[in-house]
């Protein structure tokens, strides 16, 4: 855990501003977290929470210097792939405004208004991964 929790204080709390007290949470003993690994290296990290049906994805970080060569879509369809085969049926996420692009290319789609999470600009995303 304390590597990638590492990483995510790097890029979320160094690179973002996020204060270190709100960056890890409660959450962090049930999720299931992921890791993309290149050349051994960690260069990125998220984590899923389990829901009734809906699952939440969070936490999607990629460090700076690996970022625009895929480990962000593929760690997001990586986590996909884990959440249908653990039961489910969609996915959403809180996403910070300036990544909607991002979710966009993988089928996301907004819901609602925007909302302030950590000073950082926030709008709910959210998708089917079945039928
Ligand atoms: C957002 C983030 C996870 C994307 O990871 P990445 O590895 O750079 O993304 P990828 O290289 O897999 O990009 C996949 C596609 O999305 C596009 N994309 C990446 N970031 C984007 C963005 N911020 N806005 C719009 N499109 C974006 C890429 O151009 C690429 O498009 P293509 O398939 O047409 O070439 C990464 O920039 C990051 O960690 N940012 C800091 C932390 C953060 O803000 N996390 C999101 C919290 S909600």
């Given at each position: 855990m304390e590597p990638l929790l590492l990483l995510r204080e790097e890029v979320f709390c160094a690179e973002q501003g996020v204060?270190?007290?709100?960056?890890?949470?409660?959450?962090?003993?049930?999720?299931?977290?992921?890791?993309a690994l290149c050349?051994?290296?960690?260069?990125?990290?998220?984590?899923?929470?389990?829901?009734?049906?809906?699952w939440k994805l969070g936490r999607?970080?990629?460090r700076r210097t690996a970022r625009g060569a895929g480990v962000g879509m593929a760690m997001l369809l990586e986590a996909e792939r884990q959440?249908?085969?653990?039961?489910?049926?969609?996915?959403?996420?809180s996403a910070q405004t300036h990544a909607i692009g991002f979710y966009r290319r993988a089928g996301y789609r907004t819901r609602g208004g925007l909302?302030?999470?950590?000073?950082?600009?926030?709008?709910?995303?959210?998708r089917p991964l079945t039928g």
């Open positions: 204060p270190v007290e709100e960056e890890r949470d409660a959450h962090d003993a049930a999720a299931l977290h992921l890791v050349d051994g290296a960690l260069v990125g990290t998220c984590r899923l929470l389990r829901g009734d049906g809906m999607m970080a990629v959440a249908v085969s653990r039961g489910a049926r969609r996915l959403g996420f909302f302030d999470d950590a000073g950082i600009p926030h709008v709910w995303m959210e």
